[in-house]
Antibody, heavy 125, light 112 residues
Framework: EVQLVQSGAEVKKPGESLRISCKGS????????ISWVRQMPGKGLEWMGR????????NYSPSFQGHVTISADKSISTAYLRWSSLKASDTAIYYC??????????????????WGQGTLVTVSS | DIVMTQSPDSLAVSLGERATINCKSS????????????LAWYQQKPGQPPKLLIS???TRESGVPDRFSGGGSGTDFTLTISSLQAEDVAVYYC????????FGQGTKLEIK
């Protein structure tokens, strides 16, 4: 069964750096894009960006470009989301998510078919 | 970016009745080369990650009850639950994957 297992909850102070992880298993990691999605407390889903683990090519939402960095290590089937300087407004649950298989019939990255369990990030002084 | 707007923001329906959620995109998500709508629907229950219900606007995922159906094309889409069950209480999101990805703001579905 496909699994995306995320790292555990984090409590950080404003200005600190953080990297959270998402390990994929039971599928070929390099054949599927991975996205990161934010959910602030009591709010909806916001797509942040995605990575193609085969070559680490990334796309970012304009709302998140420059505020976070998405990376991947295909040797250990793991994707990462990194902040260099956290703010209180970064408090949220962050989900990693796998996109449906790449298709030769379309240039688009397809819908999300599997989700990680989420990582709660709390930023507070 | 394509903006996705759902209506209503919340909806209360009696058990066994029909529930309909609307989703409108700021530009068409119908790809002319394959004539497919790049639109998905997700269900999120409290404390859980979202779950894929429907892709390509109307293709139900394996294991999703057939009371869930998706329709529409171009810029206007619907998710219909034909006979609401208690376990359907959740927040529902549409998402376009025509140009990167954006989600609608969500529709909270409750029992009346």
């Amino acid at each position: 069964e496909v699994q995306l297992v995320q790292s555990g909850a984090e409590v950080k102070k404003p200005g600190e750096s953080l990297r959270i992880s998402c390990k994929g298993s039971e599928y070929s990691f390099t054949n599927y894009w991975i996205s990161w999605v934010r959910q602030m407390p009591g709010k909806g889903l916001e797509w942040m960006g995605r990575i193609d683990p085969s070559d680490s090519y990334t796309n970012y939402s304009p709302s998140f470009q420059g505020h976070v960095t998405i990376s991947a290590d295909k040797s250990i089937s793991t994707a990462y989301l990194r902040w260099s300087s956290l703010k209180a407004s970064d408090t949220a649950i962050y989900y990693c998510a796998r996109h449906a298989p790449k298709s030769p019939e379309t240039p688009m990255v397809l819908y999300i078919d599997y989700w990680g369990q989420g990582t709660l990030v709390t930023v507070s002084s | 970016d394509i903006v996705m707007t759902q209506s209503p923001d919340s909806l209360a329906v009696s058990l066994g009745e029909r529930a309909t959620i609307n989703c409108k995109s700021s530009q068409s998500v119908l790809y002319s080369s394959d004539n497919k709508n790049y639109l998905a629907w997700y269900q999120q229950k409290p404390g859980q990650p979202p779950k894929l219900l429907i892709s390509w606007a109307s293709t139900r995922e394996s294991g999703v009850p057939d009371r869930f159906s998706g329709g529409g094309s171009g810029t206007d889409f619907t998710l219909t639950i034909s006979s609401l069950q208690a376990e359907d209480v959740a927040v529902y999101y549409c998402q376009q994957y025509y140009s990167t990805n954006t989600f609608g703001q969500g529709t909270k579905l409750e029992i009346k």
